[in-house]
């Protein structure tokens, strides 16, 4: 049995192929995911997984040197705050790409998690990076 937070054996194995700058895509419950990509759903009901927790366990496993979220998910009116999913877990700071975009950077991904999150524009880029 596995030692480290993340459980699930595809999302697991997904992760290790990872090479330098490889995408996997964090997504909410109703992220269009194009036929490209590896596709893992995780989604049992509305809210299971969230995807704060599906963030917190790919960050026990996967190296990242870049994140990206759309504009769209930010509360611009209060201050330009993180969304609560993301808030506090990432070790960088995320770039601001339009929601557009980030459904277009879905079809180079590696791989896209759907999870049971609906809370709107909840969905994250992440860039795998190096450990040395």
């Given at each position: 049995m596995k030692r480290t937070l993340l459980l699930h054996p595809e999302l697991s194995q997904s992760i290790a192929r990872l090479g330098h700058g490889d995408m996997v895509?964090?997504?909410d419950a109703g992220l269009p995911i194009p036929d490209g990509p590896r596709r893992i759903d995780l989604a049992v009901t509305?809210?299971?997984?969230?995807?704060?927790?599906v963030l917190r366990a790919v960050l026990s496993e996967m190296q990242v040197e870049r994140a990206m979220i759309a504009r769209e998910a930010i509360d611009a009116g209060a201050g330009h705050v993180l969304p609560a999913w993301c808030a506090g877990q990432l070790t960088i700071a995320p770039e601001m790409i339009s929601h557009e975009e980030l459904k277009r950077l879905c079809a180079r991904a590696k791989v896209v998690v759907r999870t049971g999150e609906c809370t709107p524009y909840a969905n994250i880029v992440l860039c795998a990076g190096v450990t040395f």
């Open positions: 895509v964090l997504a509305p809210g299971v997984p969230r995807l704060a927790d």
